[in-house]
C-alpha cells in the first residue's frame, strides 16, 4: 500500500466501555499497519477514555480532550480538522460502533484502485446492545446503482449520491473512508453546525468532489441501544430542522447541475418493486414539494395558507346567507381571495 497512511477519528463522550471495544476492533484490522494514528476525541471531559486509549498498544493513538466540552455546532470543524497533515485518507468510527477485520483494508484498496473516488462508504449492519444483527442498511444506495448484479463494490456519481439521499440517510459514518484532501476541500461547507445529519451532508459534499464508492459486504457494526434515541433523526424540532436544511440544500445542488430529482425518482420507481416505487413517487412530493411550502416559507405566509384552506371549507359548507347573518362572511372572502360583499 503505497500511501501515507491512514488517520482515524474517534469521537468519544464519557463512554469508557464502548470507546474499548471500538479501538479493539480497530487494532484487529488487517490492515493495521496502514494506520498511521488513532484519534480519540473526548468532549464530556472524561479522563477514563484516556486510559483506555493507554491500553490500546497495537495502534499509535493521540488522545485529544475537550474540557469544556466543544459546543455541537463546532463539532465537525474540531473533529475532521483533527488528522495529521501526513495522512492520504481519513477513517471514521463512533465510539458505539465497530469495524469487522476487513473494513479498512477493503476501502484503501478500493481509494487505491480508483484515483477518481474520493469516499468509500460500507454498508453496515445494525445490532442491539448485546451485538445480535437485526438489519442491514444501505438498500438506497443500492437501488440507484441499477445493479442487480454480484459486484462487490458500486460506482457512485454526485447524481446518484444526490438522489439517494434525498430522502434518507443512505450511508453510515463509520464506514466511510475516504481522501484528506477532499475533506480539506468540503471542510468550510460541512462546519456549518448541523449535529444531527452529519453522514448525509457528508456523503453528499463528497459526492460533488468526485466518485463514491459503496463496499456491498457489510464491514461495520452498528449499536442500537436506548441512550440514542433522544438523539434520533425527527426527535426534536432542532434535529428535524437540521434534516430539512440538508435536504434543501441537496435540492439546490442538484438544480445548479441541471439533475432532475423528481426525474430520477420516477425512474428507480418504473423498476422498483410496486410498494417502494409507490413511496419513491410519493416521497419527493410529499417530503421535498411539502417542504418547500409549507416550511421554507415565511411565518405570516404560512398562516395566511392555512386560513385560506379553512376559508374554503367554510364557502364549500355554509350557505353564503347564513355566513353574513353570523357576521364572518366578509373574513371568509378575504381568506379565501375573494372579493369583499357588502
Not at 135 to 144: A, K
Not at 237 to 242: G, I, K, M, V
Not at 275 to 282: E, H, P, Q, V, W
Request: proline fraction near 5%; glycine fraction near 6%; charge should be neutral.
Amino acid at each position: 500500500m503505497n500511501h501515507g497512511g491512514v488517520s482515524v477519528l474517534v469521537p468519544t463522550r464519557a463512554r469508557p466501555e464502548l470507546l474499548r471495544r471500538a479501538l479493539q476492533s480497530i487494532a484487529a484490522q488487517t490492515a493495521v499497519h496502514a494506520i498511521h494514528e488513532v484519534v480519540v476525541i473526548e468532549n464530556g471531559g472524561d479522563l477514563r477514555s484516556k486510559a483506555v486509549c493507554e491500553e490500546c498498544r497495537g495502534v499509535p493513538t493521540r488522545f485529544v480532550l475537550n474540557d469544556p466540552p466543544i459546543p455541537m455546532h463546532e463539532w465537525a470543524k474540531r473533529v475532521f480538522g483533527a488528522p495529521s497533515a501526513e495522512c492520504d485518507y481519513v477513517a471514521f468510527l463512533c465510539d458505539d460502533d465497530w469495524w469487522y477485520p476487513g473494513h479498512l483494508q477493503a476501502a484503501i484498496a478500493c481509494l487505491e484502485s480508483r484515483p477518481a473516488c474520493v469516499a468509500t462508504w460500507a454498508r453496515v449492519v445494525e445490532a442491539n446492545e448485546s451485538q445480535k444483527a437485526a438489519t442491514v442498511r444501505g438498500s438506497t444506495v443500492w437501488l440507484v446503482t441499477d445493479a442487480c448484479g454480484d459486484e462487490i463494490e458500486k460506482e457512485l456519481d454526485a447524481r446518484q449520491m444526490l438522489t439517494a439521499n434525498l430522502l434518507t440517510t443512505a450511508v453510515h459514518i463509520s464506514g466511510f473512508v475516504g481522501r484528506q484532501s477532499a475533506i480539506r476541500d468540503i471542510l468550510p461547507s460541512l462546519c456549518n453546525g448541523n449535529p444531527f445529519d452529519i453522514d448525509r451532508h457528508l456523503a453528499v459534499l463528497l459526492a460533488l468532489q468526485g466518485q463514491s464508492v459503496f463496499i456491498m459486504s457489510p464491514t461495520v457494526g452498528v449499536r442500537q441501544h436506548p441512550q440514542q434515541e433522544s438523539r434520533t433523526l425527527g426527535a426534536t424540532e432542532e434535529a428535524r430542522r437540521w434534516w430539512q436544511n440538508t435536504t434543501r440544500e441537496i435540492v439546490s445542488l442538484a438544480e445548479s447541475r441541471g439533475i432532475d430529482l423528481a426525474a430520477e425518482l420516477e425512474t428507480l420507481a418504473s423498476h422498483s418493486p410496486e410498494g417502494f416505487a409507490t413511496l419513491l413517487r410519493n416521497s419527493y412530493f410529499n417530503g421535498v414539494t411539502a417542504l418547500e411550502t409549507l416550511i421554507a416559507v415565511p411565518p405570516v405566509v404560512r398562516a395566511a395558507q392555512r386560513r385560506r384552506v379553512v376559508a374554503r371549507w367554510i364557502n364549500r359548507l355554509v350557505p353564503r346567507i347564513v355566513l353574513r347573518l353570523i357576521g364572518v362572511r366578509k373574513w371568509v372572502d378575504a381568506a379565501d381571495g375573494h372579493a369583499l360583499l357588502a
